[in-house]
T-cell receptor
Framework: AQSVAQPEDQVNVAEGNPLTVKCTYS??????LFWYVQYPNRGLQFLLK??????LVKGSYGFEAEFNKSQTSFHLKKPSALVSDSALYFC???????????????FGQGTTLQVKP | GAGVSQTPSNKVTEKGKYVELRCDPI?????LYWYRQSLGQGPEFLIY????????DSGLPNDRFFAVRPEGSVSTLKIQRTERGDSAVYLC??????????????FGPGTRLTVL
């Protein structure tokens, strides 16, 4: 069965410092990996995805993520955190359409990022 | 352009009542998904539509839950005989199934259902 783990319930970082939000996955075949962000009282917003190719993917708002197949990880990173980055972050995995796959997302439990001034 | 919209934004009902939740996807998106997010949890998949047909309903918790998408656009999630455990935020998402944007799901703001 597919699963996603986000081992940290909360990550605290000072503004201007680099941040990392961890994600590991368990899935057969070649996964599609995603990061979404959820601000209070707002819907999930797409940040970035890994489908194939370069292991380092860049997304919205200066975020990036590194796909590591041997460690089955897809950690979210940003070189310099902003207070406005404070939100709930979700890692998710799916497969591409076809061969019985529907593209449905399997989400992790979420990690709250708190950036302090 | 317009994103995914969901109505109502909040729904309070009594145990045993019937509710309908509506999702209006992005125009041209043939794939539509329903998820349920309980407090402190990540969204959990309920059902997937490709066009008008429910291609995967493996996430529906029981037969009290049903969803339709009769014209391949708007979808309605229907819950019969609601229970307190159904209280959650119900999220709708849509996506393309081809091209560089395939698999990129766009989410609506959700409907917060509270069953008293």
């Amino acid at each position: 069965a597919q699963s996603v783990a986000q081992p940290e319930d909360q990550v605290n970082v000072a503004e201007g410092n680099p941040l990392t939000v961890k994600c590991t996955y368990s899935v057969s075949g070649n996964p599609y990996l995603f990061w979404y962000v959820q601000y209070p009282n707002r819907g999930l917003q797409f940040l970035l995805k890994y489908i194939t190719g370069d292991n380092l993917v860049k997304g919205s708002y200066g975020f990036e993520a590194e796909f590591n197949k041997s460690q089955t990880s897809f950690h979210l990173k940003k070189p310099s955190a902003l207070v406005s980055d404070s939100a709930l972050y979700f890692c998710a995995v799916s497969h591409h359409y076809g061969s019985g796959n529907t593209g449905k997302l399997i989400f992790g439990q979420g990690t709250t990022l708190q950036v302090k001034p | 352009g317009a994103g995914v919209s969901q109505t109502p934004s909040n729904k309070v009902t009594e145990k045993g009542k019937y509710v309908e939740l509506r999702c209006d996807p992005i125009s041209g998106h043939t794939a539509l998904y329903w998820y349920r997010q309980s407090l402190g949890q990540g969204p959990e998949f309920l059902i997937y539509f490709q066009g008008t047909g429910a291609a995967d309903d493996s996430g529906l918790p029981n037969d009290r839950f049903f969803a339709v998408r009769p014209e391949g656009s708007v979808s309605t999630l229907k819950i019969q005989r609601t229970e307190r455990g159904d209280s959650a935020v119900y999220l709708c998402a849509s996506s393309l199934t081809w091209g560089s944007k395939a698999n990129e799901q766009f989410f609506g703001p959700g409907t917060r259902l509270t069953v008293l």
